[in-house]
């Protein structure tokens, strides 16, 4: 969709313009000039009528010979004559060089190793430029490719075309050219709003404030086609630039009218009802999209009060401040404003950022890098079209809120002419600065004297952002500023740097790497070879040792063979001595448990024998039992009286008593230890007991160092008393059962395996008893007790056995038998000496 243009005043004088085409060289000693003119009466030269002396430095701008290709835009004051009055052409030229070399026919004048021309066209409107710079560009590359440049035959073709197209209206600005041909320039309003973000909206209202711009660049095509991007946004200005090639010039002014109808179906007819275009180029006013250094002296001039000027030379740069009240810097993308009152109209307001923000969003939502004049969505939003329709509704909101402005100022007193719709000041939200600054310029004054008062009613008074600062603006400010910030082009250019770093880094530790572990390669080797050679020469010693080793034992096993086995006799001897001694602490300890309980038990049966009736007191064989005792232990016999005769005082109604041995160790001729069974005592009671309980007392070696003496009482349920036996001894008695075991009797003592413990039975059952012989009566061979015969006791026992002996009272007491019964002394040494004889056997 295209804008339409602004219908203007008569452009009658123009009209009849023949666009024309020059050849400009670059001489080497005279420097650029005007070869040759298409389009021109024979016998005319432009240069010298319209005095376009500046026409040369225009069309070869500064830095193009740094290009393959470029082109430059410019303006040329035509001066009145017979067929109108002074005006300005447009003009726009296309520069290229080549190699002298590759010239067919090279002149003589050609002393430089490249050739550089420029074909130029000058025409009375730039609003076609966009269609024209293409074919421009054709032409002259097809025309260089000839590299014959006497042969000019194409360029002649060319200027007759455009001669044609003038005729016919098309493309150069004809009558019928109002269809609107804007688009035609090629200009790209996107890439202007992509490049300068809200900052776009303060070039506008710059540009409509009329200070003196200045832009700078290198690249002279992007320089103009900026400045053309910046005034197209005015509607239909391109189309009305008829006055900028010079101070002087105001012809739109004065052929200027007010229009007095309306079509509201018709825009074009509503954009010039509003009074567009806002006319920045009038008197004392100057465009130059591209101005030589040549030119300074008008720029200087005190005719000149404005411009927007572009140029390529940094010398321009140096003396900004005398210049130019803003400098607009398109190499570096700033805008530095060096007036101070320019700096505080220029701020914008609330609204005013709003509105230019949301259009910025639009454009880098849409952007495409590899097309940036079209959005990459294909849609309208975003689009050229878009942008322009954008600014082309903030102007008609301006002059609105201006007119209503200028109203209220006049019927401040009366609320009736005011709207009710609209509340306070609407030209506020554009900046109260902007708007009193703008007052104060030529173009409101021609606006304001051209344009209807009510202008309100017919555009609504209102911003088209209106409102208080929200947080949407905030939101929209912090992503404005990180665009600002080129966080994403400060990011990728730290990728890439990183990335080589990385690169280099990788590769510099990989080289480390690689000759670490050459270096550790080549120390596990050697280290590997003096191992092996390490090893080899150990096992050469080793083996060398060994073998002295082996002879030296040889040696050793002949010379003292027989020291080795005297030795290891010696050793197995101690072994056994030290078995020995072992054992026989332990029977010792054993023996004095055993010992302990005899006489727990003796303490219990002295008490029960008290509360009997008295039996008689039994009778002692003191000559067989020292005899015994003799024989078996003389060392260790217990109450000897040293005549021989062994004592012991017999208990009450209890019986026998037990005495405790404890068994001694005594060497033998070869220094070994022995054990020998002690008898302590035999005792026998008389038979003058009513009832008798024979009782026999067995003695036997001690197994395992240790000895037992056993009580004769039959503490048995069976009757039989209880009797230890070794195996050594090979006596039959009664067996040994748990209850035995379960009473104490032999508390601590552990069976030895293969023995046994037998109780003899006596009194009417008889058994072969360790006492006994065959055939003997068990009635007369044991001791004896008859109940109710009283029995004396021995007043003469030691005082030591006064704890085994049982009060009766003295007329109880009988003396004891003078003979013990028959057999029992007899028995008892033949015993003794079958156990003598046993243990020595053992």
Not at 173 to 194: I, K, M, N, W
Not at 218 to 228: G, N, Y
């Amino acid at each position: 969709m295209s804008v339409p243009p602004t219908p203007t005043a008569d452009k009658g004088p123009r009209q009849g313009f023949v666009p024309l085409v020059a050849v400009v060289d670059f001489h080497h000693a005279r420097g650029p000039e005007v070869e040759r003119w298409f389009g021109v009466d024979e016998g005319r030269d432009p240069i010298v009528e319209w005095d376009w002396g500046l026409l040369p430095f225009m069309a070869l701008s500064d830095g193009a010979h740094a290009l393959s290709e470029d082109f430059s835009y410019f303006t040329l004051l035509r001066p009145a004559t017979d067929a109108g009055p002074a005006t300005s052409l447009f003009g726009i030229s296309c520069t290229r060089q080549i190699d002298s070399s590759q010239l067919l026919n090279r002149p003589a004048d050609v002393t430089r190793s490249t050739v550089q021309k420029a074909v130029v066209v000058v025409a009375d409107s730039p609003h076609h430029f966009g269609v024209l710079r293409e074919r421009l560009s054709v032409v002259t590359k097809a025309w260089f490719a000839q590299r014959e440049f006497t042969d000019v035959d194409i360029l002649r073709r060319f200027q007759e075309s455009l001669a044609d197209d003038k005729k016919r209206g098309l493309s150069v600005g004809g009558a019928d050219d109002q269809d609107s041909r804007d688009q035609y320039l090629g200009l790209s309003l996107r890439e202007l709003v992509h490049e300068f973000r809200w900052q776009t909206l303060v070039l506008l209202k710059c540009a409509l404030l009329q200070p003196k711009m200045l832009f700078f660049g290198t690249r002279c095509e992007r320089l103009c086609l900026t400045q053309f991007s910046l005034i197209s946004l005015i509607p239909g200005l391109l189309r009305n630039l008829q006055d900028s090639a010079g101070p002087d010039l105001d012809s739109y002014e004065r052929t200027l009218v007010t229009p007095t109808s309306l079509r509201t179906s018709d825009r074009n007819s509503l954009l010039t009802y509003m009074g567009l275009p806002l006319q920045i180029f009038g008197k004392g006013s100057l465009f130059g999209p591209y101005t030589p250094l040549q030119q300074l002296d008008v720029l200087a001039d005190k005719g000149t009060k404005s411009y927007i000027v572009g140029s390529t030379n940094s010398l321009l740069l140096q003396q900004r401040d005398r210049y130019s009240d803003i400098l607009v810097n398109l190499d570096e993308g700033t805008i530095n404003i060096t007036s101070p009152s320019l700096r505080t109209a220029l701020q914008l307001s609330t609204p005013d950022r709003r509105w230019i923000d949301f259009i910025t969003q639009n454009v880098y939502e849409t952007w495409d890098d590899a097309n940036p004049s079209r959005p990459k969505t294909m849609g309208y939003v975003g689009s050229e079209e878009f942008i322009r329709m954008q600014f082309e509704e903030y102007l008609l909101a301006l002059l609105s809120s201006v007119k209503y402005r200028a109203h209220l100022a006049k019927h401040a007193n009366n609320p009736r002419m005011l709207l009710p719709d609209v509340e306070g000041d609407p030209s506020l939200d554009f900046g109260s600065d902007f708007v009193d600054a703008w007052t104060l310029t030529d173009n409101y004054r021609i606006w304001n004297t051209h344009t209807d008062s009510h202008l309100f009613d017919i555009v609504e008074p209102r911003h088209p952002c209106a409102g208080g600062f929200t947080l949407e603006d905030i939101q929209r400010r912090i992503a404005q500023q990180v665009q600002e910030l080129h966080w994403d082009e400060r990011l990728a250019q730290g990728k890439e740097v990183l990335g080589r770093n990385l690169a280099a880094g990788r590769e510099k530790a990989s080289s480390w790497f690689n000759k670490l572990y050459a270096d550790v390669e080549a120390l596990r080797e050697a280290q590997r070879k003096k191992s092996e050679e390490s090893k080899k020469e150990q096992q050469n010693g080793q083996g060398q040792q060994q073998q002295q080793q082996q002879e030296k034992q040889q040696q050793q096993q002949q010379q003292g063979g027989d020291q080795t086995t005297g030795t290891g006799v010696t050793e197995i001897a101690g072994g056994a001595q030290r078995t020995l001694n072992t054992v026989g602490s332990k029977a010792g300890a054993f023996v004095n448990s055993w010992a302990a309980w005899a006489g727990e038990k003796r303490r219990g049966w002295g008490a029960r024998s008290a509360s009997s009736t008295p039996l008689a007191s039994p009778t002692v064989d003191t000559s067989a039992a020292a005899a015994a005792g003799a024989a078996l232990s003389p060392r260790n016999s217990m109450s000897n009286d040293g005549s021989g005769n062994e004592s012991k005082r017999a208990s009450g109604i209890a019986g026998w008593t037990a005495s405790w041995g404890r068994a001694s160790g005594s060497k033998n001729k070869n220094g070994s230890n022995s054990n020998r069974a002690s008898i302590a005592s035999i005792v026998t009671a008389p038979a003058a007991s009513t009832a008798t309980a024979p009782i026999t007392i067995t003695t036997t070696p001690a197994a395992e160092g240790y000895e037992i003496v056993s009580s004769g009482r039959d503490d048995s349920e069976d009757g039989r008393p209880v009797t230890a036996s070794s195996d050594a001894s090979k006596r039959t008695t009664g067996d040994y059962s748990e209850e035995h075991a379960k009473r104490g009797l032999l508390e601590g003592y552990s069976q030895p395996e293969g023995q046994q413990v037998r109780l003899p039975l006596v009194g009417g059952r008889a058994e072969e008893g360790p006492g006994l012989k065959e055939g003997d009566d068990p009635a007369t061979t044991t001791t004896s007790r008859t109940k109710g015969a009283g029995a004396s006791r021995d007043d003469s026992d030691d005082d030591d056995d006064d704890d085994d002996d049982v009060d009766t009272p003295a007329a109880e007491k009988k003396p004891p038998s003078s003979s013990p019964p028959a057999g029992a002394s007899d028995a008892l040494a033949a015993e003794a000496a079958q156990a003598q004889e046993a243990w020595e056997k053992r």
